[in-house]
């Protein structure tokens, strides 16, 4: 909060300033703030506008002054803490395309622009808005698929990883070279990952559990393991750009072959259905020269020793590889769960003893898994060593440590397990050499699991063998069957975890109680008629009715919990609110949801409860004045008044968001449900306050 608090102490000497600046407007040592017109709206429209405008993934559109002024105290945080836009690797370790990142000026023009109180300037100086494309990014692709059908998302609860599967059916081999996704539901399709199965074996298992899809089962390597060598296909996330591999470059897609989208979903909050639509762009004919994907440690990392004792801060992955023929590295990404902190890659060029970085993500975010392009290929001579280090951060101070207090994490397939490694896709330089870069890869990946092996502690894993089949990669002695010993001995307890009734085979039951999709809450009974006339501050109610939420005479308790239309945070808690709600009916007390943006009129903050199921009293509180006077600063936050209308807790709902975009797969300390119980017990509260995480309050319109 010391930072909101800074920045109104320089707003006043701003406009301090700007009122002696007006009285000598010659001074050519001033320094004026920066203005929307002039300074800011450049920025915003160059790197933000893109993705937030109506029918993007941002949540609110950002396209004019009022959008930005509105949202400006949230905007200087995120753009300050580099959240936004969504890029993470680190500037200067390796040249991308498409980068995404602000530079420190154009940070510092919209801190200040901020701290100045946000001046339009000159309104007709504004510069216009970029064209944006509507529809395909690419233009219109050769081929446009669908999955068969959309997939239901519920309101709350974890979020989902399942793989969906579109059958191609080619009856010759195709060369891609760009997929363009197209969500349906674009707030809950976080990101999706592409690969091909050859095997029909997707096909098989597509549906079984009464869902569309499947849920991940092979992909305990991340889809490695399903069958056709996929590098290159790559995936896609929240805003991600469409593009065409570079160089003439393009992916097989043998015949016969199916696409599979291996998809992670985050409930927004409301129920929603996602069928994702793809655009296939094809080469004319097959490329000239082949791509290999270098994996470090391969397979995610599975045979690379990931046991990260509890508590741990900095537990270390590293791996090696030389080169074996000159190469090209065309594109760079990594794959971690919640505990990593952060990757890197270098290169030292042969008989040189200083390396160089050329990727380096220093807060790894598993919500924003990307690709990235180099924007020239780096050209690595043979003999170059690649060497990767990921850290891992296994104690309490990783506020996405899903484990509280902290717990051993080893490798394994769910999102509290971990695993990481690092991707190089790589184009040997001579198209000769393919093959040799293919086999070094090769034996590389053989002497990990080599090493693993080793370690391993024997012990047959006989359910893997069904599954097991398509696990080529595995066939180490490459005669086409996958013997036991080749399977790591940490993919066995794995599999074995998927069986739970111990009958050695895997039924669409067991399947769905992994995915731990929760039945969606029932619906809450409706509530009170109006109240009457009561003490404190006065509301309008979205019907119209006026309400006292302070007001705490009738009941033990009053629960006000502050909300705007378009918060992604407060909405994706629309779920665990309801449930509060339905939890609560029969206590006395009762659960008031007040909206703070000044421009939600009641038709809006009606459709707004309407689509997230809310029920009970929606309140408008456009000024402010209940959020101000109970000390709130974000959304959600929530609020208990005692008897004598005393604020008994503040803070948050839960602790499911350890900062902005660091959500845990489960809150491990629901604050408010306590806070209400001591209520309700007569207690005392244990922890009357904490600190909210969510979006800023909305600015309050100028001169109000
Ligand atoms: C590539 C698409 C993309 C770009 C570019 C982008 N945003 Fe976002 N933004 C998003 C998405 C998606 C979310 C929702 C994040 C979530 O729900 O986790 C978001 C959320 C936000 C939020 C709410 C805070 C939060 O973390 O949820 C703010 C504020 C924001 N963006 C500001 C900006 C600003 C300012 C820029 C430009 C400097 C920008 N964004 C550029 C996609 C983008």
Redesign the pocket.
């Known amino acids: 909060m010391s930072h909101v608090r800074v920045a109104f102490g320089v707003a006043v000497t701003a406009a301090f300033l700007v009122a002696v600046d007006a009285a000598h407007p010659a001074d050519p040592a001033r320094s004026d703030p920066p203005t929307f017109a002039a300074d800011v709206a450049p920025i915003?429209f160059a790197?933000?506008s893109?993705?937030?405008r109506p029918g993007e993934?941002?949540?609110f559109s950002?396209l004019t002054y009022e959008d930005v002024r509105k949202?400006a105290k949230?905007?200087d945080r995120?753009?300050s803490e580099k959240?936004?836009?969504?890029w993470h690797p680190v500037e200067g370790h390796g040249e991308f395309a498409d980068e995404?990142a602000?530079t420190p000026r154009e940070i510092e023009t919209i801190e200040k622009w901020v701290a100045a109180d946000m001046p339009e300037g000159d309104r007709s100086k504004t510069p216009a808005l970029p064209k944006f494309i509507d529809g395909w990014q690419l233009g219109e692709p050769d081929l446009v698929v669908k999955m068969a059908k959309g997939y239901p998302v519920q309101a709350g609860g974890p979020d989902i990883y399942r793989n969906f599967v579109i059958p191609l059916g080619f009856k010759e081999d195709r060369w891609l070279t760009a997929i363009e996704v197209r969500p349906s539901a674009r707030a809950v399709l976080h990101h999706t990952l592409f690969f091909l199965d050859e095997s029909g074996e997707a096909q098989k298992i597509d549906g079984q559990d009464g869902k569309p899809g499947f849920r991940k089962m092979l992909n305990a390597t991340e889809g490695q393991l399903l069958g056709a060598d996929t590098a290159g296909l790559g995936g896609w996330a929240?805003?991600g750009m469409a593009r065409h591999l570079p160089g003439g470059l393009a992916r097989k897609v043998p015949k016969g072959s199916d696409l599979v989208l291996q998809s992670h979903l985050h409930p927004s909050g409301k129920a929603e259905v996602e069928q994702t639509v793809l655009g296939l762009h094809f080469a004319k004919q097959p490329p000239k020269r082949s791509m290999a994907n270098l994996q470090m440690p391969p397979l995610f990392g599975v045979a690379a020793g990931l046991d990260i004792p509890a508590g741990e801060k900095a537990f270390k992955l590293a791996d090696s590889f030389e080169l074996p023929v000159d190469a090209e590295a065309v594109m760079v990404g990594g794959h971690a769960h919640l505990l990593c902190q952060t990757m890197q890659l270098w290169i030292t060029p042969p008989g040189k003893t200083e390396r160089e970085s050329i990727f380096f993500i220093d807060h790894w975010d598993f919500?924003w898994q990307n690709q990235y392009q180099y924007a020239d290929a780096i050209a690595l001579k043979k003999g170059s060593k690649v060497e990767v280090e990921l850290l891992y951060d296994n104690s309490s101070d990783n506020k996405h440590n899903p484990n509280d207090p902290p717990q051993r994490v080893r490798w394994g397939e769910e999102t509290t397990d971990e695993m990481g490694s690092i991707s190089l896709l790589l184009v040997p330089a001579k198209e000769s050499d393919a093959g040799e870069l293919q086999a070094g890869i090769r034996r590389q990946r053989i002497a990990s699991m080599a090493r693993n092996a080793r370690k391993a502690a024997g012990g047959a894993g006989g359910l893997f063998d069904g599954i097991a089949k398509q696990v080529k990669q595995l066939d180490i002695n490459n005669d086409g069957k996958i013997s036991k010993d080749e399977i790591p001995a940490q993919l066995r307890p794995m599999v074995a975890r998927l069986d739970s009734n111990g009958d050695g085979d895997i039924d669409a039951k067991e399947l769905a109680a992994l995915t731990g999709e929760e039945p969606a809450p029932d619906a809450a009974p409706a509530a009170a008629a109006d109240e009457t006339a009561g003490s404190g501050i006065k509301l309008a109610g979205a019907d119209g009715k006026s309400y006292w939420p302070q007001d705490t005479r009738a009941r033990v308790a009053n629960v006000v919990i502050f909300t705007t239309v378009d918060c992604?945070?407060a909405n994706a808690y629309a779920p665990e609110i309801n449930q509060l709600i339905t939890d609560y009916k029969d206590k006395p007390l009762r659960v008031y949801l007040v909206h703070v943006d000044p421009d939600v009129t009641p038709e809006a903050a009606a459709k707004h409860a309407k689509e997230y199921g809310y029920v009970g009293p929606i309140l408008l509180d456009p000024k402010q004045e209940l959020a101000k006077k109970l000390g709130i600063s974000v959304t959600p936050e929530a609020v208990v008044l005692k008897s004598g209308s005393s604020t008994a807790y503040r803070g948050r709902i839960d602790d499911q968001w350890g900062d902005?975009?660091k959500k845990k797969p489960a809150p491990t300390k629901r604050d408010l449900r306590l806070a209400i119980e001591a209520v309700l017990a007569g207690k005392t509260i244990a922890t009357a306050k904490t600190k909210a995480i969510g979006?800023d309050l909305p600015e309050l319109p100028k001169g109000k």
Do not use: A, E, K
Not at 83 to 86: G, H, I, R, T, V
């Open positions: 915003v790197n933000c893109s993705c937030h993934v941002g949540p950002l949202r949230m905007i995120v753009v959240l936004m836009p969504p995404l602000l929240v805003g919500d992604p945070i902005l975009q979006c």
